[in-house]
């Protein structure tokens, strides 16, 4: 995966993770550094908005450290629920 993203903030880290296009989906990799992507959801779903991304035309798929595949759902352009897909192929995820 690349260019890597790290948000800050609040009295702990926040996710640390990298992001990639791929397939119409933008692949979150969650790097293991403060709080985990889905516990921070929203936080995530912020910051690749003022990254740039249009969260409204793809999916946004992010694998746990545990190498599971999940997704955050989005709607209106912000986040609002995590899918449980437990998939450990991204080629099968972005199938599903």
């Known amino acids: 995966m690349t260019n890597p993203v790290a948000i800050l ?3 702990w880290p926040h996710a640390v993770f990298s992001a990639e296009e791929r397939a119409g989906a933008l692949c979150l990799v969650d790097l293991g550094h403060g ?6 959801a929203a936080a995530v779903v ?3 908005r003022s990254a740039g991304y249009d969260l ?3 999916r946004v798929l992010y694998r746990d450290p545990d190498g599971v595949w ?5 709607e209106g352009g ?3 629920s995590v ?4 998939c ?3 080629e099968a995820v972005i199938g599903a």
């Open 70 to 74: 999940n997704e955050i759902q989005i």
């Open 46 to 48: 912020r910051a690749l």
């Open 88 to 90: 450990d192929s991204l």
């Open 56 to 58: 409204d035309v793809r």
């Open 9 to 11: 903030g609040g009295p």
């Open 78 to 80: 912000w986040f609002h």
């Open 35 to 40: 709080r985990s992507i889905a516990n921070d």
């Open 83 to 86: 899918r449980n897909l437990n």
